[in-house]
């Protein structure tokens, strides 16, 4: 789409909240980067083991924080950016349990499983970052059990290989072996509970989302299954917890990459302040689409739709005029009705999927709600403008029935019964007495005479032709009695034509065949019709005086009428001295 | 003679049976549709038929399909064909197979008995009879197509005009005030246009209207 100006003017760029996230997340960044710095020196003076894997193991944690600013800057108004820096530092917590600190130790002990907790809030969360129903909220609860809680046992009824047993209260390994087998189904449930819910998810999501959806949790659930599992392995074959730990970590390194792969993909569009949105509204005087694109950028639904309501109609319209619903009740769709000073101005339609919040919609709604105003006008005259064109298709239509049954009525009709009037009249003539017979011939005269108008007459209504074999079959005889010499060029192809196609195309021909031969003092005429499957193109051109116009007491004026009616297009071109061409175009969807 | 009638207006068609019997022909059959038509010229074999061209069951050309059937299946039977209006597309169709023994009229000439008998006796005797509106729609456009008759002159397209509307010779001199020798002249210098050979005049009369009517 080409843009005159851009969509969100260099002063709204300038906010205050946009400046103080800025700042937020500057802050957020350094300390993450002076956490993992104080760490990674930590590991290399103190570490408990191989110091390439811890180094590793503290950068991957810095990376869950920086995709998570940069979600948080994206999208200011989602809550992923949030999560995703929790679960850096969650990472980050539990590196240190590797290093050979008594403090850091238990810090690292207590979080050790954290990051698999925040990892599958995570995925329950993507892509606004709230959780958007009850169970989902319930498996994150879950999560956060199992992760956090269930683990304590085996820190506080048994001493951990490398761990200072500060936190020791009693050496019971019937009851660590019991937690841990507990943790370990109770895990099970809760990641399969939440593949279950991300499947169906991704099913109940339309096309552009399950894009989205797909890549970032079909991978998270493969890595939490992949983790669980190898925690699973860690605990039936006794495989030793330094590999176990490079293997998780090397899954989880993956997470951030699914996650940006799912930002880049278009869940999430670059989004400002509601508020800038104002500023915006303010700055510029937006054109028809623009206030639903910036509306859309705002809210980071690209799918976004704005419906305007028209009170005359009782029904909505989108800004082209076109007549639309609203979403029906647990649709993936919803709509937000868009009040102004008390009237009913339209309705914001948007993905519930990637906007839960509808307060979030609302809010938006009534920064627009008078721009939306303003909108609404110009879609209602666009959808009387449809309505009008629909309502002259109709008219046309109608008169065309009413000649088609008027033509076949006086031809059946008083077309007969003056053709048995002359006959009756002609055999009087030879049967009579001879100033009788002078009477009934001159009778018999009369009444072919009449017979012989009527029959024009009938034909300026509607040829026989035309309604017996159709436009191009009538359009050959037309030409066939034009007094010049003339070139006609029809379609290879024999398909019927609607009616009030046929008859338009008919008329246009005729007339302008007329005007050729009445007025343009032509020589020579060609007729051309052409037809493909979704229009008919018809043109006439001449070799006469030329300087036709459209409004000049010509039959023109109807033609062009009764072709715009059926939506097509009539040109005229008639310099003086350089001949006449009409070009007439028609849809016809056969 | 013998006449089957094809005509669904029921006046008219009682109309056409009291001029036929009144002027001596005999009235085989009457048909109020097209099919009925058919069958009655497959059973009576009649000399001519006379028919509309607009019948049931369609209401559309059915009384041309049922003439143009009953020339292919009875070549002794000759056509006459009525219509409200004449097409020049119709006349070719009527034409196409065989130019002998076929009309093609108005509706409204039967009204003049004398010459629509007249017409009736050319059609049956294997002539060919073209109304006059047809014939100058299709002079008309011949004059603005085709070579050869564009060379005509303005009294030779009179002559083949009534040729084309079925007159004899001395018809012709009768319509248009001049000697028969004169008409004859006309027609011969027609025929070297067309590039027609004097052979078989009442054939060549025939041919030359093909000719100059399917240019």
């Known amino acids: 789409m080409k843009r005159s100006r851009p969509l969100f003017p260099p002063a709204a760029g300038r906010a205050p909240l946009r400046t103080s996230l800025r700042l937020a997340l500057l802050q957020v960044g350094l300390t993450t980067a002076a956490v993992t710095g104080v760490e990674i020196a930590l590991f290399v003076h103190d570490g408990t083991g191989p110091v390439g894997a811890l180094v590793a193991y503290a950068l991957i944690g810095a990376g869950y924080v920086a995709a998570g600013i940069v979600a948080w800057w994206r999208r200011p108004s989602g809550r992923l950016g949030a999560l995703l820096c929790l679960c850096g530092a969650a990472l980050l917590g539990s590196a240190a349990g590797n290093v050979a600190n008594p403090t850091l130790a238990v810090v690292g002990t207590v979080l050790a499983q954290l990051p698999i907790g925040v990892l599958l809030h995570l995925l329950l969360a993507f892509p606004s970052g709230r959780l958007p129903d009850r169970r989902s909220r319930l498996l994150a609860v879950g999560g956060y059990v199992v992760t956090l809680v269930l683990p304590i046992p085996a820190y506080v009824f048994g001493p951990l290989p490398g761990v200072p047993p500060v936190l020791v209260v009693a050496e019971r390994p019937d009851v660590v072996a019991l937690f841990a087998r507990v943790t370990t189904a109770t895990g099970f449930l809760v990641v399969a509970l939440t593949a279950l819910v991300l499947v169906q998810r991704l099913r109940a999501a339309d096309r552009r989302q399950r894009r989205v959806l797909a890549a970032v949790s079909g991978y998270g659930v493969f890595t939490i299954l992949l983790l669980t599992g190898s925690a699973v392995v860690a605990w039936f074959t006794g495989l030793d917890p330094f590999t176990q730990f490079v293997v998780q970590m090397a899954v989880m390194a993956g997470v951030p990459v699914a996650f940006l792969a799912g930002l880049l993909r278009g869940g999430f569009a670059r989004t400002a302040e509601i508020e800038e949105l104002g500023a915006w509204l303010g700055a510029a005087e937006a054109g028809r689409g623009e206030l639903r694109d910036a509306l859309a950028v705002t809210l980071g639904d690209p799918s976004l739709q704005l419906l305007f309501w028209l009170p005359a109609q009782g029904r909505h319209t989108d800004a082209a005029g076109t007549s639309?619903?609203?979403?029906?009740?647990?649709?993936?769709?919803?709509?937000?009705?868009?009040?102004?000073?008390?009237?009913?101005?339209?309705?914001?339609?948007?993905?519930?999927?990637?906007?839960?919040?509808?307060?979030?919609?609302?809010?938006?709604?009534?920064?627009?709600?008078?721009?939306?105003?303003?909108?609404?006008?110009?879609?209602?005259?666009?959808?009387?403008?449809?309505?009008?064109?629909?309502?002259?298709?109709?008219?046309?239509?109608?008169?065309?029935?009413?000649?088609?049954?008027?033509?076949?009525?006086?031809?059946?009709?008083?077309?007969?019964?003056?053709?048995?009037l002359a006959l009756r009249a002609g055999q009087l003539a030879v049967r009579a007495a001879p100033p009788l017979a002078e009477q009934a011939e001159a009778v018999r005269a009369d009444a072919e005479t009449a017979i012989t108008e009527l029959r024009g007459l009938v034909h300026g209504i509607l040829p026989a032709l035309l309604a017996q074999r159709g436009l191009f079959a009538a359009v050959q005889e037309l030409v066939d009695r034009i007094p010049l010499p003339s070139t006609l060029s029809l379609p290879a192809d024999d398909t019927a034509l609607p009616a009030a196609v046929e008859t338009a195309a008919y008329f246009s021909v005729a007339e302008a065949v007329a005007n050729a031969v009445k007025h343009a003092g032509a020589q020579k005429l060609w007729v051309t019709l052409t037809h493909d499957s979704r229009r008919l193109g018809i043109e006439v051109r001449d070799d006469g005086v030329g300087g036709a116009h459209l409004d000049r007491g010509s039959g023109l004026r109807g033609i062009a009428d009764r072709v715009e009616a059926l939506g097509g297009r009539l040109s005229l071109a008639s310099p003086p001295g350089q001949g006449t061409r009409l070009c007439v175009e028609l849809p016809c969807e056969s | 003679m013998r006449v089957v009638i094809g005509e669904d207006e029921a006046l008219l068609r009682e109309g056409l049976v009291l001029l036929l019997e009144g002027a001596g022909y005999e009235v085989a059959a009457v048909a109020d549709n097209a099919v009925d038509l058919v069958s009655h010229a497959s059973r009576h074999r009649p000399d001519l038929v006379l028919t509309d061209i607009r019948?049931?069951?369609?209401?559309?050309?059915?009384?041309?399909?049922?003439?143009?059937?009953?020339?292919?299946?009875?070549?002794?039977?000759?056509?006459?064909?009525?219509?409200?209006?004449?097409?020049?597309?119709?006349?070719?169709?009527?034409?196409?197979?065989?130019?002998?023994?076929?009309?093609?009229?108005?509706?409204?000439?039967?009204?003049?008995?004398?010459?629509?008998?007249?017409?009736?006796?050319?059609?049956?005797?294997?002539?060919?009879?073209?109304?006059?509106?047809?014939?100058?729609?299709?002079?008309?456009?011949?004059?603005?197509?085709?070579?050869?008759?564009t060379r005509l002159t303005p009294r030779q397209s009179d002559v083949i005009e009534l040729v084309a509307q079925g007159r004899t010779n001395s018809g012709i001199a009768r319509r248009l005030g001049i000697s028969e020798k004169a008409v004859v002249q006309h027609v011969s210098r027609i025929y070297d246009l067309l590039g027609l050979s004097i052979t078989d005049d009442d054939h060549r009369r025939v041919l030359a209207v093909i000719r100059y009517l399917t240019s």
């Not at chain 2, 070719?92 to 197979?97: F, H, I, K, R």
């Not at chain 2, 076929?102 to 017409?119: P, S, T």
């Not at chain 2, 049956?124 to 004059?143: C, I, K, N, Q, W």
């Open chain 1, 324 to 420: 639309a619903v609203l979403p029906e009740e647990g649709a993936p769709r919803k709509a937000v009705e868009v009040e102004s000073a008390g009237e009913r101005v339209g309705a914001i339609v948007y993905d519930a999927v990637v906007l839960p919040d509808p307060a979030l919609v609302r809010a938006a709604g009534r920064v627009v709600a008078l721009a939306m105003e303003r909108e609404r006008l110009t879609a209602e005259l666009l959808a009387g403008r449809a309505a009008l064109r629909e309502s002259r298709a109709r008219i046309v239509e109608s008169g065309d029935l009413e000649r088609r049954r008027l033509a076949h009525d006086l031809h059946d009709g008083l077309q007969a019964h003056l053709v048995v």
């Open chain 2, 55 to 149: 019948m049931p069951p369609e209401h559309t050309e059915d009384g041309l399909r049922a003439a143009i059937a009953i020339r292919a299946a009875h070549p002794a039977t000759a056509v006459l064909v009525l219509s409200q209006y004449v097409h020049r597309q119709y006349a070719q169709e009527l034409l196409a197979d065989r130019p002998a023994g076929v009309g093609y009229l108005l509706k409204q000439r039967v009204a003049d008995v004398a010459g629509f008998c007249r017409d009736l006796d050319i059609v049956a005797g294997g002539g060919t009879v073209l109304d006059p509106e047809v014939v100058s729609a299709m002079l008309s456009r011949a004059r603005s197509g085709h070579d050869a008759l």
